[in-house]
């Protein structure tokens, strides 16, 4: 494994996929009382945002070994589907930070919905992708010119 052919964006990606799959067993989203926790693993939009973060991971790691993989698929870069990855990361987080644990759901009195530490370290983790990515898509767009 080489890290010296990847570059400040893939390594951002990396070291943000790294951080979003290890944060994703803590507590993100709660009720209190009477307490319970539950991690991004149990919520559909947060179990997704890790699964294309580590699709994002798989991709730094296959260009750190070694592997082709094509610039192209028909008009579309791979930088620009890799930023739309991060993208959609971002906003599946994003959207449960601002909503929470239970959208639409009426919660009885003394109930309230919380947000833990996890998830707020997994937005971060996201705004890494984004970062990565975007530099990516810039470094693309400043050689092809």
Known sequence: MD????TTGDQIIGVSGIVLFIFSFLNWLGYNPPGH????????????AVLL????????????VGVEIPGKF???TLAQIVLGIAAVAFLFV??????????????????TKSRKFGIFVGLLATIGLVVGAFLNFQGERSAST
């Open 74 to 76: 028909g008009s579309v």
């Open 53 to 64: 973060g580590l699709v994002l991971l798989a991709y730094v790691v296959l260009k750190a």
């Open 94 to 111: 994003l959207i449960k930070v601002i909503v929470g644990p239970s959208a639409g759901v009426t919660l009885p009195t003394g109930i």
């Open 3 to 6: 890290l010296n052919k990847l």
């Open 37 to 48: 926790t539950a991690s991004a693993w149990h919520f559909t939009l947060s179990l997704l």
